[in-house]
């Protein structure tokens, strides 16, 4: 990889592992930019130093299809000052924006302030061995694409892209030429002498996310020990937010290093990290021994991971076997394999996350908030906009950068008739079918007819150039949901469906996991629009604290399975929603308050670790 020249400028040939070590550490973590909202962003085109300084060279266009991934260009794009998206199309300005025009459906935001801890480099495109640069595919080679110029060495060539503004790659043949593309770099086309190299983002801090240090492991009778095991086995308890970024599964180095870097409890020194033997993981060895009891049986945490690796078990691989006890047995729970929340540092969000909620209880304030935690939300209906009760319209929901994802909730004229009427939203992610139609007193309709509908809702997609098709959400009922789906599919032969939705209310992992299982039959991806613990044969998670637990179990199961697409967490507190589902009951399972503060719950929702991170989107800092 090329990198940029002279970054390493204060190294030279007598410098140490230790001071190349402390060099990198120095860099810091990656931080992406801040980006702000230019005279209020939304309706706002970018300009220059006017209203009318509108230069093509001032910005290079891309395609996205939505703010949010046209922000993510900008961030990936060497010297990118500023983005403007409309629908399809994404401007990436390398000229500082300093004005705006008004234009219906423009999005305007400029970097408020640059991220760090990251550098540009030239990344080989196929090993830079005789690959020219091409766009799209290996024919596309529009001349407009590049600068040339003509220079003795790859390493001049290598300059050039560096000194241009919006670089985003370089082409180089030892005769001289030395194309400089403006345009992404995604092709290649085989042609001898050539060496082609892509511009990437990249953390500065090369891997060394640790000063060159004497690390020591607290020891039994010393401060330090005393208080690391305070804080493990009682403090996190008694106090988590003490700790920002740590667990209960956190391991005693976890804690170490927390009061060595926070300089408390007298931790003079980070701790050594070790390793056990046979691989069992820290926070898994810490529980190996634990009683797990079920109606059947006792046995220890670590012998049912071996029994579930043996030929009678099934003979798992160590992670799923691992992944299965931690999910059924609470004692076990630190075994689980993958990580759990994310580092405290970080602030990207997960693809697959989601809200379902009533729009009349959203707020701006409540979507500014959602936006830095979540993906996409949708409300049972087609718009947000001229909703029953109210609530934000459309434009504010893409004014904050939270997906909307429409549904056609029934086949009455209020709902699939008003959505003719009016029509999509443009370019969202997918479109909804009908809302549980094998319950009686949901969309209530039969397969037949479910599926007699479908053409309409195929058209409504196409016309609003929604891709994505989700089946009809089906629940557990006297229809039963499986039987449901199977029969919508055959009277649906012909029809456009993407994806599986369903809906779930156990209030136990090892449940959910069950369920999700039973959809996995239809072999498409699975969108869980509607989840949280609402049962009558669990009321000791109905409270907030049973849904933390449950919620616990859930969301980290829902990001390693990758047959779960989409999910959506359906918010509701105990006092707000009007139709009690439990015994006249309802759980306690609210993320978010109107002033936009998450509830205990909604941070814990937003706290796991993504499979498929992706960046939040700009983040609007004043609510207009």
Known sequence: MSTNPGQFSSLDSSSSVADVQTFFYSKGPLVDP???PADGGLNRACRGASAWDNSASYYKVAYAASVRECQGLCMDSFQCKAFEYSPGRCELWT??????????GFHCYRVLRDGSGFTWSLEPVNAAHDSACRGAGPSDNSPSYYN?????????????????AGCAGLEFHPNGRCEVWKRAVGSFAAVSGYQCYRMVRVAANGGCNEPPCTCRTAQKGEACYVNTLWAETEGIYYKPEWYPGLTHSSTFEDFQSFLFETN???????????????DIPTTCRSVWGNEAKDAWSSATCGARIEWCKSDTGGSMEATMAEAKVALEYTACE????????KAASDTKISRKRGIAMQNFKLTPEALATLSQSLNWGYIWDHTPTGTWRGGPDLAEWEHYGLNFVPMIWGAAQEQLGRA???GLPAHKMALLGFNEPNFPDQANLSPSEAAALWPRLQKLAEKAGIDTLVAPAVNFADYDPIKWLTDFLQACGNCKI?????????CYGKYLQDHIAKYKVFNKPLWLTEFACSDASSMERLEAQGQMAYMREAIPLLEQDSSVEMYAWFSYFADDWQYPIVDGRNGDAGLIFPNGSLSELGRLYSSFAAKEPISPPAEVLSVS
Do not use: M
């Open 498 to 506: 993407d994806a599986i939705a369903f809906h779930s209310y156990t």
């Open 334 to 341: 630190a075994c689980w394999p993958w990580p759990k929340y």
């Open 34 to 36: 801040i980006f702000e």
């Open 95 to 104: 000229r500082k924006v300093e004005a705006t025009r008004s234009a219906s």
């Open 420 to 422: 003719e009427n009016e």
């Open 148 to 164: 040339v110029s003509f220079v003795k060495t790859l390493d001049e060539c290598n300059r050039w892209c560096f000194s241009t």
């Open 264 to 278: 408390q409890g007298s931790c003079e020194q980070p701790p050594c990290r070790t390793s056990y033997a046979n």
